[in-house]
Nanobody
Framework: QVQLVESGGGLVQAGGSLRLSCAAS????????MAWFRQAPGKEREIVAV??????STYNPDPGRFTISRDNAKDTVYLQMDSLKPEDTAVYYC???????????????WGQGTQVTVAS
């Protein structure tokens, strides 16, 4: 019943930008912390950014290039990515859960993932 559907991935040149979107259904979206994770081949899934239910608090280890935001009226969370580098190449996932966390295991619901490839 709960679905998270991601879009916006693709192939870009180094230095380019993408905006990822994740549309949620089947849950009370505004009450869930939302997160973006990524996973490159042979690597563990890692946190990209987290945003709380009200959108006024975030965790973001790379604020110079990535921005997380949400629109509760549209049940959608976004990840704006600028100045992309080849090492950003990965499958990007959105996730929802009851608790703000940097750990993937804390999240109950996951999207299918969207591929981001940054060419040099």
């Amino acid at each position: 019943q709960v679905q998270l559907v991601e879009s916006g991935g693709g192939l870009v040149q180094a230095g380019g930008s993408l905006r990822l979107s994740c549309a949620a259904s089947g849950l009370t979206f505004s009450r869930y912390p939302m997160a973006w994770f990524r996973q490159a081949p042979g690597k563990e899934r890692e946190i990209v950014a987290v945003i709380n239910w009200s959108g006024d608090s975030t965790y973001n280890p790379d604020p110079g290039r990535f921005t997380i935001s949400r629109d509760n009226a549209k049940d959608t969370v976004y990840l704006q990515m600028d100045s992309l580098k080849p090492e950003d190449t990965a499958v990007y996932y959105c996730a929802a859960g009851p608790t703000i966390s940097r750990a993937a295991k804390a999240y109950n619901f996951w999207g299918q993932g969207t591929q981001v490839t940054v060419a040099s």
